[in-house]
């Protein structure tokens, strides 16, 4: 699996959780992609007379199996709602969450790093009972850490970074 229309043209059920950018976005983003495209042309005029023609051509393969949830503001008890609903309700294979960082409710009495860690913990915790996979992006710091706690890297099976070429075009996973 690579990326998200991977798991989509796999025939894979997915919950997206957006914390940040809308669902609709985000779906753009990956047509765009697909197709070879800058996203950014879906609002914005554009020079590429061959946009539209090449979006509708990937349209079709997209979306089958994921639905878009636009989470602003998420509390952890909600994440957990939306994680047993998609289990046990709408019997997804997995769950994407984006971004951990983002999951609001932690106690007054404890620390950001504590709190996000608790989060992650749960996160590996559901995806073993549950048994689907739970993906879930975080933001790094200046320096390149993972933002908030290093619970959220040890509480995960695999961690993976983005990374760029120079020009910033260019973009991949690295382990």
Not at 102 to 108: P, Q, S, V
Request: negative net charge.
């Amino acid at each position: 699996i690579r990326n998200i229309s991977d798991w989509v043209r796999g025939d894979c059920k997915i919950l997206y959780i957006a914390c940040e950018m809308g669902g609709k976005a985000i779906h753009q983003r990956n047509v765009a992609r697909e197709a070879g495209r800058n996203s950014i042309a879906f609002t914005q005029n554009h020079a590429d007379p061959h946009f539209h023609d090449a979006i509708v051509s990937i349209i079709p393969t997209q979306g089958r199996g994921i639905e878009f949830k636009n989470e602003p503001g998420l509390t952890f008890d909600k994440l957990r709602y939306l994680i047993t609903e998609a289990s046990k309700v709408k019997k997804v294979d997995g769950v994407y969450l984006d971004y951990l960082q983002l999951i609001e409710g932690k106690d007054r009495s404890e620390t950001e790093a504590s709190f996000l860690g608790r989060v992650a913990q749960y996160l590996a915790n559901a995806a073993a009972q549950e048994d689907i996979f739970i993906v879930y992006a975080a933001q790094e710091n200046r320096e390149g850490q993972v933002r908030g706690s290093d619970g959220l890297i040890m509480a995960a099976d695999q961690a993976y970074r983005l990374e760029m070429n120079e020009d910033k075009d260019r973009a991949w996973m690295k382990q």
